[in-house]
């Protein structure tokens, strides 16, 4: 197995291709060790030092570590982790599959909210996969989109200018509705 790595925009995050589907459908976004149990593959990663958060994509694994830990040193034992746990017949996920992301949409707003998340699911999500992340819907609130930023987006220096310059823009040029986006902790 030869997993490749790709650099992120973001230098705590490295994205990792083992060549072969890691999700079907939906991400799985491991913010910490905690939770990480419900996927062999994200506790396994997690189980090197160093390694601060883990999310899973369609056909990548995107790993963030500590500031203060190199590259260098991690990311041996990460691809040795992931070669792994593919060699091991573990499924990625146990129990509940993995999410699409988006908060459910109801209420007034349901037919803006509707507009606005398969805006992201066919414009910003493909983009944002290819840099290790994920945006998902988070909420609609008197003219302001809520976004959740994950894998390689969380903590990005250049989240704030993808979310104001390209996202924000984005969608107040085919919503009227919509006046600002916000990132949100989850």
């Not at 999410?99 to 992201?120: M, T, Y």
């Not at 988070?138 to 930023?149: C, I, K, S």
């Not at 987006?153 to 986006?181: D, F, Q, W």
């Amino acid at each position: 197995m030869f997993i490749q790595t790709e650099s992120t925009p973001n230098p705590a995050t490295l994205k990792f291709l083992p060549g072969q589907t890691v999700l079907e459908t939906g991400t799985a976004d491991f913010p910490s060790a905690e939770g990480a149990d419900k996927s062999p593959l994200a506790a396994r990663v997690f189980g090197v030092d160093g390694v601060t958060g883990v999310f899973l994509g369609n056909d990548f694994v995107t790993v963030t570590k500590q500031d203060a830990v190199e590259w260098d040193h991690v990311k041996p034992a990460i691809l040795g982790a992931i070669m792994e746990h593919f060699q091991s017949g573990q499924p990625v996920m146990t129990g509940e599959a993995a999410e699409s992301g988006h908060a459910a949409s109801e209420g007034e707003n349901s037919e803006v909210i509707d507009q606005i998340k398969q805006l992201l699911d066919t414009r910003v999500r493909p983009a944002v996969a290819q840099d290790g992340g994920d945006i998902t819907f988070h909420g609609f609130e008197r003219g302001v989109v809520y976004l959740h930023m994950q894998g390689a987006c969380a903590g990005c220096p250049s989240s704030t200018i993808t979310l104001k310059m390209g996202i924000e823009n984005l969608l107040r040029h085919y919503i009227p509705e919509v006046t600002e986006v916000r990132p949100v902790g989850v």
